[in-house]
């Protein structure tokens, strides 16, 4: 399940750079088709999260990452939102770089992640 909740991530922040680059080439209806396939996604990453949470002795780093990893879904959610109606997003971007770093670090720290540190 680890596999399939690291891949949804993967093709989920491929997804939200290609909405990305839709949006701003003005290919609005691709960039809604692309949009409605990465809240897809969402979905299978909180599914498999959920599923990995909940199959472990739930420890407290572990719903640290869960809330981390909610706070970089909803920063991808906002950012392609305030890129469609051309707004300034600057600040989100911000959140998300640190958001995902955090993510990332819990994620491979943690007895079940791949030990890359």
């Known amino acids: 399940m680890i596999h399939a909740h690291m891949t949804a991530w993967f093709l989920a922040l491929v997804l939200f750079f290609?909405?990305?680059?839709?949006?701003?080439?003005?290919?609005?209806?691709?960039?809604?088709?692309?949009?409605?396939?990465?809240?897809?996604?969402?979905?299978?990453?909180?599914?498999?999260?959920?599923?990995?949470?909940?199959?472990?002795?739930?420890?407290?780093?572990?719903?640290?990452?869960?809330?981390?990893?909610?706070?970089?879904?909803?920063m991808l959610e906002m950012i392609l939102i305030r890129t469609r109606k051309n707004e300034k997003a600057s600040v989100l971007w911000i959140q998300f770089i640190v958001a995902i770093l955090l993510v990332l670090y819990l994620g491979f720290s943690l007895p079940l992640g791949t030990q890359m540190f």
Do not use: C, D
């Open 18 to 74: 290609v909405a990305l680059g839709l949006h701003k080439s003005g290919k609005e209806k691709g960039a809604k088709i692309v949009q409605m396939v990465l809240r897809l996604f969402y979905v299978l990453i909180l599914l498999t999260g959920f599923w990995l949470l909940f199959s472990i002795n739930i420890n407290i780093m572990y719903v640290l990452k869960a809330a981390v990893g909610l706070w970089v879904i909803s």
